[in-house]
Nanobody
Framework: VQLQASGGGLVQPGDSLRLSCAVS????????IGWVRQAPGNEREGISA????????FYADSVKGRFTMSGDNAKNTVYLQMNSLKPEDTAVYYC?????????????????????????????WGQGTLVTVSS
């Protein structure tokens, strides 16, 4: 599985930005895909995850209500729409993919929540795209 993130840039506080993640190679077998960010000097932070099993999505509290994941199956692309950006959103953003459930018999939402809490559980990672929010 290959993931290619793009769309980062320099924006001002309050602005919006949309990131894209092109997925190729066994994309139809993915269990979940999500976005993870890493600010300078910080650990990677899971911010959102989407399950291809039932279409559920889970967001971290830090971005809930401001960020939205969506996808275009025809283009094998996942998007992250980021609104009301804040300086603390400055980070390198990665898209990542998981091939199987993290629970036995559990609902996909359980796996999504775990991915946001422990983003290093993803199987595949794309290269990052830098988002800088500054006035």
């Amino acid at each position: 599985v290959q993931l290619q993130a793009s769309g980062g840039g320099l924006v001002q506080p309050g602005d919006s930005l949309r990131l894209s993640c092109a997925v190729s190679g066994f994309s139809s077998e993915l269990y979940a895909i999500g976005w993870v960010r890493q600010a300078p000097g910080n650990e990677r932070e899971g911010i959102s995850a989407f399950s291809s099993v039932d279409g559920s999505t889970f967001y971290a509290d830090s971005v809930k209500g401001r960020f939205t994941m969506s996808g275009d199956n025809a283009k094998n692309t996942v998007y992250l729409q980021m609104n009301s950006l804040k300086p603390e959103d400055t980070a390198v953003y990665y898209c990542a993919a998981l091939m199987r459930s993290l629970t036995i018999g559990g609902a996909p939402l359980t796996t999504l929540r775990r991915l946001v809490e422990l983003p290093l559980l993803y199987d595949y990672w794309g290269q990052g795209t830098l988002v800088t929010v500054s006035s």
